[in-house]
């Protein structure tokens, strides 16, 4: 449901039908003005991806698991920046928390794939948001 919601989305932002009809997609005008974590969903659509590869490749239903549940934590986070871009601590914590996890997977095993891919675009994550946070407005909460 929420991959329609988006494709809807998606169809008619920046539409003029949208902003003054009193249809159905009304509802959508006040997402269609928001700017939308493309990072964020891609950044989630990797991890989630990735679970599935391992099991696939692996049979690793702890893989398929986690990938399912960061993936789930990081689209939702993704989506909370979509709507305010000063929320990003369900984003932040996520990245922080598989760099924290993938991080140390990879100094055990000193392989790339997939600890040290995950780690290091989590790292790049965690700087993003950071970054995010540091610019926020003086007057803002």
């Known amino acids: 449901m929420f991959v329609y919601v988006l494709m809807v989305q998606l169809a008619f932002s920046n539409s003029s039908v949208l902003q003054e009809s009193d249809s159905y997609f009304n509802s959508f005008a006040l ?41 789930g934590l990081a689209g939702f986070g993704a989506y909370q920046i979509s ?40 790292l790049l994550m965690v700087g993003k948001l950071s970054l995010a946070l540091l610019q926020k407005p003086a007057g803002s909460s």
């Open 31 to 71: 997402v269609s003005n928001m700017s939308v974590d493309w990072l964020g969903y891609g950044y989630a659509t990797l991890i989630a991806s990735g679970g599935v590869v391992g099991y696939a490749k692996a049979g690793s239903v702890p893989s398929l698991a986690a990938g399912l549940l960061f993936g």
């Open 83 to 122: 709507n305010d871009p000063n929320n990003v601590w369900v984003s932040l914590g996520t990245s922080a928390a598989l760099t924290g996890i993938m991080g140390k997977r990879f100094y055990g095993s000193r392989k790339f794939m997939p600890a040290g891919l995950m780690a290091g675009v989590s």
